[in-house]
């Protein structure tokens, strides 16, 4: 089966920690980058956090500081860590990767089903 299954989200007061994680299975292939979306109610779907399969971050500058990405390209897993979380941080997480189906020459673009991160006052 083809999908990224994402984990960690949750519900944690302002200042505190959340650390993402979103697997890819192995019948993804040849990933070129992995990223982390979010998206409040009403809002767009917003970048948040990228890397490259080199070694190469972006972030929003609305998280820069706090938040870092990461991945294990053996497990076919990028990592989102949060720390000093503030409650504008609310919204669903969505894992994003770029790469190939086994046995396809197409790149294209796969998503996790999303993740709730609620930070309250």
């Known amino acids: 089966q083809v999908q990224l299954v994402e984990s960690g989200g949750g519900l944690v007061q302002a200042g505190g920690s959340l650390r993402l994680s979103c697997a890819a299975s192995?019948?993804?292939?040849?990933?070129?980058?992995m990223a982390w979306y979010r998206q409040a109610p009403g809002n767009q779907r917003n970048l948040v956090a990228v890397?490259?399969?080199?070694?190469?971050?972006n972030y929003a500058d609305s998280v820069k500081g706090r938040f870092t990405i990461s991945r294990d390209n053996v497990k076919n897993t990028v990592y989102l860590q949060m720390n000093g979380l503030n409650p504008e941080d609310t919204a669903v997480y969505y894992c994003?990767?770029?790469?190939?189906?086994?046995?396809?020459?197409?790149?294209?673009?796969?998503w996790g089903q999303g993740t709730q991160v609620t930070v309250s006052s």
């Open positions: 994003n990767v770029k790469g190939k189906r086994w046995g396809s020459r197409v790149y294209e673009d796969f």
């Open positions: 192995r019948s993804i292939i040849s990933i070129t980058a």
């Open positions: 890397i490259s399969s080199g070694t190469s971050t």
